[in-house]
Structure formats: C-alpha cells, structure tokens
C-alpha cells in the first residue's frame, strides 16, 4: 500500500484549525508532497496552500486527495460525499484516516468502483498479515515509546527522521497510526490489526533492508496504559529495536483518560521497555529523551530537560523545539 | 452470549480421536452438558457417549450442537452442511471455534436465519467491546500464565476450578480461547480481538463480582513469546489477577514454532509477568506452579516438580495428573 503523492488536502467544513490538525500534520513533515487544499462553505481553516477545485487539482499533477478534517464521531458526513465522489472521477484516489471508512459508503465506493480509483482508510488494517517471529534481519531501527498515549512520540519520530536525513543517513519513517499513514503515505495502524498480528505488523512495517539503513518506528501507547499496553509491547518486540527514545509530556497529571491511573516514573518506564525490547533484541539501547514541553515556557521546558537528562544520565530535548539533534549525535556516538 | 445446554458434540467424520480432542475436552470438563455425539460416515472417533440423530437429540432436549472435530484448514465441508441445517431446522442452536464462520456459509446462515436459532462462531469475538480502564473492581481473579503457548494453561485453569468448586469455593472459570468457550459456554477470543481492545476483553469476561468469589481466567501466548506477548500483556492487565499461576511445559526446546527463540528461565518469567501485572493490582502475588509433565513418566514427573517447587520456593503440581489441590492450598494460605 502507497498512497500515490502528491496530494491534495481536503479540509471539508472544518469548524476551526484544531480541526484540520491532521491535514496541518501532512504539510508540515510533508510539504513537497502538498500541492493544494479544497475547502467547502464554513470552513474556518487555512493552510495557507492554493484553493484548488478537483479539476485544478486534477490539471496541477494531484494524484490522492486526503481528508484532512477530523470530527467527533470520524463520520464522512453527507455534505462531503459530492467533492469525493468529483475527485474520484476526477481520476484522484481518495484516503482517509477517519472511523468510518470511504469503502462503505455507497455513493463513493461506487465511484471509485467505476472510476477505477483506490480508497485508502488507513485506520483499518487491509493488508494480509502473518504473525510475527522475532527472527533477526538485517537494518537498524529506532523505536520511540511512551510515558503515555499522546505525548509526541509520532513528532518525535518525524523529527528524528528529518535530522537523519539532514545528515545524509539513510533514514525512514515507518507509521503505525493513521496521521502517520497519511504522512508516510503507507503504514499500518497496529492498535486496529487483530491481537494476535501486532507483532507481526510491526515486523512487516519495518522489513529487512540496508546495514545501515535505520528504520524510525512510530510508538503507540505505552506499556503503562493499562488500556494499551499489549499493542505497545507487540509493537516492540516485531519492531526489533536497536535503539530507544522514551516520550514524555511533563504536565500530564494522570495517564490519559484514566484519572485513577498514575504516570509511571521516566527510569522505571524506560528499564521496561528496555527489558521487553531485549527479547527480540538482546543490544536495544536507549538513545535519549524526546519531551513535549509545549505547555511551558521556555525557562521551565529548559529546567525540565536538564533535570530529566541528568536523572537518566541520557540527553534530552524537545525534538520540536528544540530539534532532534542530541538524539541523533546519541545515535550516531 | 452464553451458549444453550445441553450439547450434542459434532464429530464429523474425524480421521481419529485427536481430530476430536476439542469435544472430548468439552466432556471431560463438562460431562453434565453433553447428552450425545452425532457421527458421520467415516468418523473413527468415539467418546463414548450415545450416538444421537438430530431428532433424537431434539427430543432428549438437546439446546445446542457443538462443532467438536479440527481440521487442517478450520473450514466447514460441504458433507457436513446437512447435519448443521438439519440441526438448525430441528431447532437447535450451533456453535463452532473453527476459523471458516458458520455464519459464512450461505446454506447454514440461511437455515439460521428461517429457523430463528443462534449460530456462535466463538472464534470471532462479536460482542461490541470496549477499551479497558485498569480501574479495580470487586472479586478476586486469578489467571494462568505461561512460558510459552499450548503448555496447558486451559487445562490448568479448568482443574483449579473443579478443585475450588469441589472445596465450595466460589469459582468461574473464564474463557479466553475457542475451546475454553465452547466447554464454559461464554468467553471472548482475546487473540482475535482488535489490539485496542484487549485488556477490555478481559474486564468484560471477569466482571465486578462478590468479594469472594475467584475468577480463574484462562491465560493467552506467553510475555516472552515474540508472536503473542501482546495479547499476554492485555489479558494481564485486564484481568488484574489478584494471583497468577505459572504454567509450564518442561520438555519444550524452544518457544513454539519459533526454533530461534529460546524458553525464558521459569524464576525470570514469574518475576517479568508479576512486575507487569502490578500495573493493575499491586497485590498480585504468585501462588504456584502448573507443570504438564505428560511427557515425563511418574519419576520424571516426581523429579521435575521437585526441582521446580525447589527452585522457586513455590508450590508445583501437574494439575491434571495430580490434581490441583496444592494450588488452591496455595490460594486458601
């Protein structure tokens, strides 16, 4: 699965930029692949790229329009199906990371039947897995895991990626998540494959390649969330880390969505995930700290790095901030 | 979904009595739900019980027909179609852990539907889950974990049960795999659940209960088994054991199916699965250890439980060749 590139960036009716955050997340690690957006009546959001109509789009090169609009219930509400089924037969594929998938709505699957064009909802898993083996192969790969859900470890991995590739390593993404998907255009969402693939998806994510080539693996969840956590430790053993970064939001009081549920200390998180990650690598070591310090200013978020990197004895930066480079010098060291 | 008793086991034409372990298990376990077998031509397995047409099992008040043969492929043959109509038509439920869905199957979903009966594919969980929350609820559980896959956790959950019950202990057991549903009626495939929803898979099948009554939950793969720790990891924290059993196999080379991948020490794997599970239960304790020692003769065996209980300073039992009772002491200190 590849989403074709490049793309157009549908944002609907999106009420505000929040809204957009997906689509927002594509152009900023991904702009050579933006050509364009599409916006429908109320739309509040803005990317700053051309307004194009389908035919514009279609005329400019635009080979997937993607819906980069989220909403409460991931519905693909009535009023959109008219621009997706245009951009269909417009010769356009369509992706999209919502709930509910393009493929059951009549009207667009039946468009994209007819226009002979691919529909990618990247939420649900299509591809045939296998379980995974743990068997070595050849690459390298960084995995980033979590305090918690939602802490930055997708950021983190981007960032990381495009410092690599800044340096001339050979260095690529792999998501596992739908936003991830959409911006890698390919992955696998392993929180949604049947229990017994996790690993195994993992390991198909991350195959065989180059000695010194790293794959950079998108973390999800935590083996603290007690909601999680079998998908984050069958992400780490298919992932096969040779290396760690541990995630981390420092204002977070409880793990998400759980208030009776405390965050784990940073030391103890990452000597667990190191002691899974040996099963299936035996040399996994951490690297370093990627914290999401957008809730503080930048005094506190500078005190915060120094007392979390002096307590692990490991660097620590916000890789968004403040750029990923003392991971990458930590990787490369 | 609880499925109706008494059953009449479904043997098919199996080639020998290992293609019908699956009703043979339901018998053992359950003999007081199994008034008959219906057999096929060809079928070289018997159980022992009355051989029943599916009128005479109507009559005799049979509620539903258990599918209780393997094959390679875990499909419905085409020569077993008539049976299963019949069944449905003569108004019988059907219930079946194989891979291929009754309810797949045109001429069996149409019977079904006309007829007004159940068809219970337990292998394909259908009950709309939620995530779990780790939040602690009343009632205690205990969970079987292993070293490995297929070391006789099932077996070892279902002896504590009868052993508990024949105390006058409040217990149930809880079904966490094809078999163990069909023999207690209920239960949830974790394995085939939606990663996301694996530890509430198992908060569901081990529900808030009186404060002392035992769930005995059937555990899943093993935390040190590349393939599957993820649904172990789940299944621990869902069920937030209040005391775990280690279920072993001692002449198993390597993890199965994976001749790379070595068995953890017992002492590491008790330590790595208590670690996890206070994530959920900080009381959690290990009470003993379940060894299949089928393979063993009785010195061996002796020798071996010996050397284990020595090793770990816990009780150690085949709980099948010598009962359960040292574990449920264990449990009762």
């Known amino acids: 699965m590849q989403i074709a590139t490049p793309y157009l960036l549908f944002l609907g009716d999106a009420p505000d930029d929040l809204a957009a955050k997906t689509a927002r997340g594509i152009l900023h690690w991904r702009s050579r692949?933006?050509?364009?957006?599409i916006r429908l009546a109320g739309c509040n959001a803005d990317l700053g790229l051309p307004d194009m109509t389908i035919p514009e789009a279609a005329a400019a090169g635009v080979k997937s329009m993607v819906i980069g609009v989220a909403n409460a219930g991931g519905v693909i509400p009535d009023h959109w199906t008219d621009t997706i089924v245009e951009a269909l037969e417009a010769g356009l594929d369509v992706a999209s990371g919502l709930h509910h998938r393009l493929a059951d709505n009549p009207a667009i699957a039946d468009a994209a039947?007819?226009?002979?064009?691919?529909?990618?909802d990247v939420r649900h898993p299509r591809t045939n897995l296998t379980t995974g083996t743990g068997a070595k192969r050849p690459g390298k790969r960084l995995l980033t895991v979590g305090t918690d859900c939602s802490v930055g470890k997708m950021f983190a991995s981007l960032a990381i990626e495009a410092e690599m590739q800044a340096r001339g390593l050979k260095a690529d993404?792999?998501?596992?998540?739908?936003?991830?998907?959409?911006?890698?255009?390919?992955?696998?969402?392993?929180d949604a494959v049947v229990a017994d693939f996790i690993s195994g998806a993992a390991e198909m994510i991350s195959p065989a390649n180059d000695p010194d080539h790293w794959d950079i693996v998108e973390g999800q969840g935590s083996l603290f969330h007690p909601s999680f956590a079998g998908v984050s430790l069958g992400l780490l053993h298919g992932s096969q880390p040779d290396a760690l970064v541990l995630c981390h939001e420092p204002t977070r009081r409880h793990m998400r969505g759980l208030p009776h549920a405390p965050l784990p200390d940073l030391g103890d998180c990452l000597a667990a995930n190191l002691q899974a990650a040996r099963l299936t690598n035996p040399a996994v070591r951490a690297i370093g700290v990627a914290v999401n310090t957008s809730r503080l200013d930048d005094t506190a978020a500078r005190d915060c790095l120094a007392r979390i990197a002096d307590d692990l004895?490991?660097?620590?930066?916000?890789?968004?901030?403040?750029?990923?480079?003392?991971?990458?010098?930590?990787?490369?060291?």
Chains 1, 2 share one sequence.
């Open 113 to 120: 039947r007819r226009a002979g064009r691919s529909l990618f």
């Open 173 to 190: 993404f792999r998501a596992t998540g739908q936003t991830g998907i959409l911006i890698a255009g390919s992955g696998i969402s392993v």
């Open 313 to 333: 004895g490991l660097p620590a930066t916000d890789p968004v901030r403040y750029g990923a480079g003392p991971l990458v010098d930590a990787l490369e060291g």
């Open 33 to 37: 692949n933006c050509l364009g957006q």
